[in-house]
């Protein structure tokens, strides 16, 4: 994972990435429950490379979205599927980490209109 200032999103997800184009072409995550899961796990937050999400946002609810068309810097995503989490929690996070993962790993979107995207830009509804 290399955390950066900026990325194009093309049709099939973030470039350099190994993402699957389609359905779950980019994953994002809310910022706010990072410290939700480190908190079920007696923790700080869960630091966002570990999750391996490609995006981390912050001030919007990303559940309220699914099925809708969001601007994100350039691109258009349509949010999809969320993110379940794999069993690989466990010994990422410790015990009980797929249950705290379980409900805040994020979502999966769509790639309607590639754009760049930066540090700050702001994430928001198309319609």
């Known amino acids: 994972m290399v955390s950066v200032d900026e990325a194009m999103i093309f049709g099939e997800g973030l470039k350099g990435d190994h993402s699957r184009?389609?359905?779950?072409?980019?994953?994002?995550?809310q910022q706010e429950h990072l410290s939700a899961m480190g908190?079920?796990?007696?923790?700080?937050?869960?630091?966002p490379d570990i999750l391996r999400r490609n995006l981390v946002v912050s001030g919007i609810n990303l559940a309220a979205l699914k099925g809708r068309e969001v601007l994100?810097?350039?691109?258009?995503?349509?949010?999809?599927?969320?993110?379940?989490?794999?069993?690989?929690?466990?010994?990422?996070l410790g015990k009980g980490g797929y249950s705290a993962v379980?409900?805040?790993?994020?979502?999966?979107?769509?790639?309607?209109?590639?754009?760049?995207?930066?540090?700050?830009?702001?994430?928001q509804p198309v319609d």
């Not at 184009?21 to 995550?29: D, E, F, S, W």
């Not at 908190?39 to 937050?45: A, D, H, I, R, V």
């Not at 309607?112 to 930066?118: E, F, I, L, N, T």
Request: aromatic share 4%; proline share 7%.
């Open 102 to 123: 379980r409900g805040h790993g994020g979502w999966c979107a769509e790639v309607v209109r590639p754009g760049r995207v930066r540090l700050g830009d702001v994430v």
């Open 72 to 92: 994100v810097g350039e691109a258009i995503l349509r949010f999809t599927v969320i993110c379940a989490p794999c069993s690989r929690m466990e010994e990422a």
């Open 39 to 47: 908190s079920y796990l007696g923790q700080g937050p869960v630091a």
């Open 21 to 29: 184009p389609g359905k779950r072409a980019v994953t994002l995550i």
